[in-house]
Every structure is written in structure tokens, then in C-alpha cells.
């Protein structure tokens, strides 16, 4: 699958649930509305949507959500998905808060996980039951451990938000090298109007690198794991550090991904509404053939990049959705 601008598209984020058990405060407004069931894929028409995918040339799949693991009956997706690896799908992996990992690591790591991203923007405990609005942290931090008990490799993703966490980078740099996990730090991005004004929450990572060089060696390294961050490997731990800067560096010119959300609506780009409706497609019944015709003809609509802006004169979101349909 190539798009318009010659970039092959191998890379698909499928987001299995809009629900999660946080309300973590730049993702989600406090009062959510959930879709109703009706409306979202059963686990067998995203199997077969990923199947198609894989056909086509997708190489790696990650599962988002929401939170993926509060959906009903989704290990049964994993194992269909594991059962793919080695024939035609390289890596199968997802995006979770933890909270349920301490009960599922060890039977993703069955299914043939080998990574898993958990988002942890803080360690100190008041502040992660203000960012989550109700998470308790030792859910997710035993959630964690036991990834890496299972054999999982941990990234540790944060959300560098202007006065909360910002002070705390060099803490959570030293504590995941301590315990052998990567850290990837993400720009905020307006998407979804939420309980809060972003403008007050941005903070340029170039900002922040620069902060952790005072007191941290942060060497270039070649690493990619597939997505948008760029990598650096820490000279005092050997871990490795990603800046994820939608905002700062627009990393859109080497995109090689699409995002399918629960509903089977394809956004062909993270910041923009143009999208194709796959659940119209899968319950008209269409066959491969129509299929497959179906995700070329989505694949050659995607941009070239999207317009994410913050400032005090663009305070609305760029896009309606919040980050929680999408799955990032």
C-alpha cells in the first residue's frame, strides 16, 4: 500500500474500545458519552479488517483503545491476531494505562506480544489521581512489573503537560533506567474539547530536551520501533529516550501508519477528519476483492500531514474526536 506521496503504509493502530477506567485529563472530558455497542465492531469483523490489512502489506499492528483490555472478549482478537505472526504480520503489540496488565501480561506474551507502551505521566501519587481523575498508581505500576515479569519489553509513554509533570523528567528518566524501560515523552495535541485549556498545558519537548541535557548524556541512535519518535540512547543508564513532537517537529513526512477505530471508521491521518467507513463496508457484505478496493481507495485519500496548532488564538481542538477514539 502506497499513498499519494510514496510513503508505504505498513503500520495499523486499531482502537478495539472508546471506554476506558481513567479520565486522564488532556485525553477525556470527566462526563464521557460511550457509544453504544451497536455501533461498535464485534471482535470478528476487526479480525477480519486486520486480516485484509495484513494481506495488503501491514507488517505491524498496535492495539489502542480507550483502554484495550477493558473490552470484553478481547484476548480472543490477540490470539487471532498471534496466530497471523510470521505470515505476513511481523509484531503485534498495544497501548495500555496498566491497570489491567498485572492479570493479561502473561497471556499476551502467549499470543506473541513482545512490547507493550504504557502511558504513566507521573510517579508521584497525587498528582497521578489528578491526571487520571481517579486512578490509583499502584495499579498500573504492578500492572507494569508484571509485563516485565511475562517477558514483555516496557516503554513507559508521558505526556509532557506545562506545569504538572515538567519537573519531573529527570526522575522518571532515572527510574526507568533503573528498571530497564524505555521512556517516550509526547507533546500534547488538541484533539477533543476537554476540561481544560490547553494553551496552559503545552510544553515544547525541544524544551525539555534541552533541561535533560544538563544533566543527562543523550546520545543519537539509529532505533525505530515503527512509529514517530525519535530516540536517544541514555549514556548513564543505557536506556533509550523518544520525543514524540507533533507539535515542534512535524514527523508527517515519513508516516507509515493509519488508525482504525472501534466503529471501522479509517482516519488515514491523526489531525485530520477525512475517514473511510469500513463498517458500512464489512456489513454489506462485501467480499476480499471489495474489501481490499475498499482500503486502496482509502489508502490514496491520506494527506500529507495535519495542521495541529495550540496558541491563544486557535483555542478550539483541530479535530472534534478525542484522543480516545482514535487510540492515538
Known amino acids: 500500500m502506497i ?35 451497536a455501533e461498535i465492531l464485534s471482535l470478528e469483523e476487526m479480525d477480519r479488517l486486520c486480516a485484509a490489512f495484513i494481506r495488503l502489506g501491514t507488517t505491524k499492528i498496535r492495539i489502542t483503545g480507550g483502554e484495550p483490555l477493558v473490552r470484553r472478549g478481547v484476548m480472543g482478537l490477540f490470539e487471532a491476531l498471534g496466530a ?23 497471556a499476551l506474551a502467549k499470543c506473541g506480544v513482545r512490547r507493550v507502551n504504557v502511558s504513566l505521566d507521573t510517579l508521584d501519587v497525587a498528582k497521578f489521581a489528578e491526571a487520571t481523575r481517579w486512578g490509583k498508581i499502584e495499579k498500573t505500576l504492578d500492572g507494569i512489573f508484571a509485563a516485565q515479569a511475562a517477558g514483555l519489553a516496557v516503554k513507559i509513554n508521558a505526556v509532557a503537560l506545562k506545569g504538572f509533570n515538567e519537573e519531573e ?10 528498571h530497564g524501560f524505555d521512556l517516550c515523552l509526547i507533546e500534547t495535541m488538541p484533539m477533543g474539547e476537554i476540561d481544560a485549556d490547553r494553551t496552559d498545558q503545552y510544553l515544547p519537548l525541544s524544551l525539555v530536551r534541552s533541561r535533560l541535557r544538563k544533566r543527562w548524556t543523550l546520545n543519537d541512535t539509529d532505533y525505530r520501533t515503527g512509529g514517530p519518535a525519535r ?21 508527517c513526512e515519513s508516516c507509515n501508519r493509519v488508525r482504525l477505530t472501534c466503529t471501522g471508521t479509517l482516519y488515514m491521518c491523526l489531525g485530520q477528519d477525512d475517514a473511510a467507513d469500513f463498517r458500512k ?40 474526536r478525542h484522543m480516545s477514539v482514535t487510540g492515538g
Open 84 to 106: 497471523r505472526l510470521g505470515q505476513g504480520l511481523e509484531e503485534l503489540t498495544l497501548t495500555t494505562n496498566g491497570t489491567q496488565l498485572a492479570k493479561y501480561a502473561e
Open 3 to 37: 499513498d499519494p506521496f510514496g510513503r508505504a503504509i505498513t503500520y495499523l493502530r486499531v482502537s478495539v474500545t472508546d471506554r476506558c477506567d481513567l479520565r486522564c485529563t488532556y485525553c477525556m472530558a470527566e462526563d464521557m458519552t460511550f457509544l453504544p455497542k
Open 231 to 251: 530516540y536517544y540512547t541514555v549514556a548513564e543508564t543505557g536506556a533509550r529516550i523518544g520525543f514524540i513532537t507533533p507539535m515542534t517537529h512535524n514527523f
Open 169 to 178: 523528567f529527570d526522575a522518571m528518566l532515572a527510574w526507568t533506567g533503573q
Open 281 to 320: 463496508v464489512l456489513r454489506a457484505g462485501a467480499d476480499d476483492a471489495t474489501l481490499d478496493a475498499a482500503i486502496f481507495a482509502a489508502i490514496a485519500r491520506k494527506p500529507k500531514g495535519h495542521d495541529f496548532v495550540i496558541d491563544r488564538n486557535t483555542p478550539r481542538a483541530a479535530v472534534a
